[in-house]
């Protein structure tokens, strides 16, 4: 049974860095295909991708925001981590992690539930 | 990085209606376009692969097309259950983008 959870601080203040944490569970970060992005989606807008790390230790990001990105994975705790520099408000949103596997399988199949994280002063 | 435009942004619709969403590329991606439902505080869910390929679990009446810049996503015979967003998602490329989103609200 494949499971992600996200974790990590409700509220942070603007210039902080966050760190997010992915805790997953149900497969390997080690198994060639797999990989797991960060998506994000602020209050009533839509989903905004954020990072991807594969089981080769690939990385990707978002175009806009790579200068303040930053994700690695620890696989023998199934975990990956997602930094982001210079918290603004505008960063206020619900972030998912979600898993694709295969490089046929490009899609998102299984989600975390989500966690909040509110930016201000 | 690709851009993705869904229409229409909001919907309003009764139960057993037919409803056709469409999501436009700004460049060519195949079939690499996939769509999600997202119903209110929860996950994003997926409901079509690969532009028309059907997922295990979802209901029949969830149906997809296209390739290339023009995707639709039809949802035949509207259940209330359906009152939801929903989003396209393109994996041609990364950065992986996706639209914009519809609102489906089920009268």
């Known amino acids: 049974q494949v499971t992600l959870r996200e974790s990590g601080p409700a509220l942070v203040k603007p210039t902080q860095t966050l760190a997010l944490t992915c805790t997953f569970s149900g497969f390997s970060l080690t198994t060639s295909g797999m990989c797991v992005s960060w998506i994000r989606q602020p209050p009533g807008k839509a989903l905004e991708w954020l990072a991807r790390i594969d089981w080769n230790d690939y990385t990707s990001y978002s175009t806009s925001l790579k200068t303040r990105l930053t994700i690695f994975k620890d696989t023998s705790k199934n975990q990956v981590v997602l930094t982001m520099t210079n918290m603004d408000p505008v960063d206020t949103a619900t972030y998912y992690c979600?898993?694709?596997?295969?490089?046929?399988?490009?899609?998102?199949?299984?989600w975390g539930q989500g966690t909040l994280v509110t930016v201000s002063s | 990085e690709i851009v993705l435009t869904q229409s229409p942004d909001f919907q309003s619709v009764t139960p057993k209606e037919k409803v056709t969403i469409t999501c436009r590329a700004s460049?060519?991606?195949?079939?690499?376009l996939h769509w999600y439902q997202q119903r209110p505080d929860q996950s994003p869910n997926l409901l079509i692969k690969y532009a028309s390929q059907s997922i295990s679990g979802v209901p029949s009446r969830f149906s997809g097309s296209g390739s290339g810049t023009d995707f639709t996503l039809t949802i035949n015979s509207l259940e209330t259950e359906d009152s939801a967003a929903y989003y396209c998602?393109?994996?041609?490329?990364?950065?992986?983008?996706f639209g914009q989103g519809t609102k489906l609200e089920i009268k």
């Open positions: 460049q060519s991606i195949g079939t690499n």
């Open positions: 998602q393109q994996s041609e490329d990364l950065p992986y983008t």
């Open positions: 979600a898993r694709t596997y295969g490089d046929s399988n490009r899609f998102f199949d299984f």
